[in-house]
């Protein structure tokens, strides 16, 4: 139902409107149809001076036209926080979230991943950025009750090949991942089935992949979380210093209709970013990475941080035991995941590991000494 | 004052049930006033206060056209104006710092825009200005409501509620340290509920939308008339993009502008934006910049600009009509901005 009060609200922004169904005066209808004003946008893209000129009609008239459309296209529009608050239904709460799977990393999160916005996850290579969204590609698929949102995952490969054998690794292990669930519910789910592969190596094949392509997943029901591996790649190669301005058009294009999918699907959207040496001292700053101290930052600039809700960090804590090399799941090596910023949440972080079943944080109090003793 | 009811604007259903109920000038309607008009002939009220409106405006334009003098306007004196202003109301924030360099707080009848980074602070300050407009009276408030325009969709409501249970907590103490009677029946009706339940939430997935509900404002305002902030968080994201004419959104910035100043004046209420900053690349270096380009920049009367310095939050006071430009220190704790 939430879809269908979306799509009647952007019908009615942009398409040709029959003013005969508008509480107007008929000589301000006419007046519309003779100045051949079809749209709502177009009312509002003039400024009063000219919408006079145009229709030749009095102020008085022109400001009862401006509030008659106003009020139809926001009809509705208004919530107290309270309501917010109070909102406990899964299909509209705020406090829905999407579960990452494990409870340390989902407490971190207060939560999971909020439904409506697009979370960034950045870091060096191998720090675990692939493990964690196939892990979210997984999670979404269980039952409201579990912290999934029951549909499936997009998840768009931009330069390497789509990790198909560790997925079915994962899909193996989730009874012992996600020890929270019964195992006849983990046994429906067919979870290869639900997650749709889109290769993305440029920018028009991307444009194309989320103008079109996934739209139609998304209305369909048939996903409900938008994995993007990675945004960094695909402005690696084409663009020079001199481009600064076409490349900040493009991030800011593609965040907004990343965006608005989010918003009107009710999607989350997971963008992976790699990561840079910080040119400034206050972006270093930003990303508290004195833990690590490398000074890196995730890539794409001030532009693409923009259109972001929340920015997470992963990374990995230096090991000088750890020798090269070693499959990821045999090591017990300890990574950081951190917030970097959300509107709701402190800056923080926690440690976890990558197993054979998954991603899984680390309680401090429990599993930490257990953990660096395997080492 | 004395035009037929028949020649007024109005929609024809609303101009035949007037006359059908024997309306006959537009006099007779303004002296019967919204709540009789409703009444009598079976609208709702703010259909009514609409109509009103309209007939008030077309009475001025006749007034103005037949008179040949200007419409009226209230004049007053310099002194006069210090004196208003100096009476004007602040919300204040609670970091004490900001307050001081802001002269008091966020002020009334302004708008005071933050601009700053992603995660620096912009909405947490202005989640917190929409419980510090509600604090009572008796705790050095303005007992105000809020309205709140995300464009964003980074408007956490459980944010909110830490911030509000927080401020309720610290209302508390005062009242327990000082033990005063109207401290104690002001506490009965401040409360988390009652915080929340006068935010008033509009989501803006567009420019458009964001026109639309800038619009109606002003009539949201006349109902709502303890409002005492509206906050647009944040003003530059529906316009940074799928704008292929600058020129239209130059225009389309300053007549939002020009509305949200009026809007601040007529209501005696304080207008807080948040803006993005963008990149200006300079001969030898590039600096971080509000968002919106220069035009823009006129629009605010206060400009705070929220920035790091290592892992310091600092507050920069811009632009101010009578504050010196300064900067302080701030942290985000779990319950304010301090």
């Known amino acids: ?375 | 004052m004395q035009r037929d009811v028949g020649s007024l604007p109005l929609a024809p259903a609303l101009r035949a049930r007037l006359v059908a109920a024997g309306f006959q000038t537009a006099q007779e309607l303004l002296d019967t006033g919204p709540c009789g008009l409703s009444k009598e002939i079976g609208i709702s009220k703010e259909e009514a206060l609409e109509a009103l409106q309209v007939v008030r405006q077309e009475c001025h334009s006749d007034a103005t056209q037949t008179a040949g003098a200007p419409g009226t306007s209230r004049k007053c004196t310099a002194l006069e104006l210090l004196e208003q202003e100096q009476a004007q109301g602040f919300i204040i924030t609670f970091c004490s710092a900001l307050d001081n360099i802001l002269g008091g707080g966020v002020q009334l009848t302004k708008i005071t825009e933050i601009c700053g980074e992603p995660g620096v602070g912009k909405t947490q300050l202005c989640m917190q200005l929409a419980v510090d407009v509600q604090i009572p009276e008796c705790f050095g408030g303005l007992a105000g409501e809020a309205v709140f325009i995300d464009t964003e969709g980074s408007f956490m409501v459980d944010r909110v509620v830490d911030v509000a249970t927080a401020c309720v907590q610290h209302c508390q103490l005062i009242a327990e340290a000082h033990q005063e009677e109207d401290h104690l029946k002001a506490l009965e009706t401040f409360s988390l509920e009652s915080i929340l339940s006068h935010i008033y939430y509009f989501r803006c997935r567009d420019y458009i939308e964001l026109l639309a509900q800038v619009y109606l404002l002003p009539d949201f305002l006349s109902e709502h008339s303890k409002v005492r902030l509206v906050v647009i968080d944040g003003i530059a994201f529906p316009f940074r993009h799928d704008f292929e004419d600058l020129s239209l959104r130059t225009r389309l910035l300053n007549g939002l502008a020009q509305q949200l100043i009026i809007i601040a004046n007529d209501h005696k209420a304080a207008v807080v934006l948040t803006n993005q900053m963008t990149t200006r690349i300079g001969q030898s270096q590039s600096t971080l910049v509000p968002a919106l380009g220069e035009s823009w920049g006129h629009a605010a009367t206060v400009r705070l600009i929220f920035h790091w310095d290592n892992n310091q939050r600092l507050a920069t006071l811009y632009k101010s009509p009578s504050q010196k430009e300064s900067t302080i220190p701030y942290h985000i704790t779990v319950s304010a901005l301090l």
């Open chain 1, 1 to 375: 139902m939430q879809n269908d009060v979306e799509s009647f609200e952007s019908k009615l922004l942009y398409q040709e409107m029959d003013w005969d169904q508008f509480d107007l005066n008929p000589k301000v209808i006419a007046a519309l149809k003779k100045a051949d004003i079809k749209s709502v946008k177009e009312i509002l893209n003039l400024s009063e001076a000219d919408l006079q000129r145009l229709m030749k009609l009095s102020s008085a008239d022109i400001q009862y036209l401006l509030k008659t459309i106003s009020r139809t296209l926001r009809k509705n529009s208004m919530l107290t926080a309270l309501q917010l608050y109070q909102d406990k239904h899964h299909l509209t709460s705020q406090h829905q979230k999407l579960s990452l799977g494990c409870s340390v990393l989902d407490n971190l999160l207060k939560g999971g991943i909020p439904l409506v916005g697009i979370t960034e996850l950045a870091g060096e290579s191998s720090a675990g950025k692939t493990q964690i969204s196939l892990q979210l590609c997984l999670c979404v698929q269980y039952p409201y009750k579990y912290g999934g949102l029951e549909s499936g995952a997009v998840y768009i490969c931009t330069e390497d090949v789509f990790p198909s054998k560790r997925l079915q690794q994962l899909i193996d292990q989730q009874h012992k991942l996600r020890a929270d669930v019964p195992t006849e519910i983990i046994q429906k789910i067919k979870f290869g089935n639900s997650i749709f592969i889109e290769h993305a190596a440029d920018l028009d094949t991307f444009h194309n992949c989320i103008t079109k392509r996934i739209s139609l997943l998304l209305t369909r029901g048939m996903a409900r979380l938008v994995v993007v591996d990675s945004i960094a790649a695909l402005f690696r190669c084409e663009f020079g210093v001199s481009d600064s301005v076409t490349k900040a058009r493009y991030l800011q294009t593609f965040g907004a209709q990343l965006h608005s999918l989010s918003t009107r699907f009710r999607t989350p959207i997971m963008c992976i970013n790699q990561v840079t040496d910080a040119v400034s001292e206050s972006e270093a700053a930003q990303c508290n990475c004195s833990a690590v101290d490398s000074r890196v930052s995730p890539a794409l600039g001030i532009t693409w941080a923009n259109q972001l809700l929340m920015r997470l960090m992963v990374s990995r804590v230096s090991q000088p035991e750890q020798s090269s090399g070693v499959a990821l799941h045999h090591t017990g090596s300890v990574r950081t995941l951190r917030v970097v910023f959300a509107p709701h949440l402190p800056s923080s972080f926690c440690y976890y590991t990558v197993k054979l079943e998954g991603v899984k944080g680390i309680n401090p109090l429990h599993d930490m000494a257990s953990c660096f003793k395997n080492l």
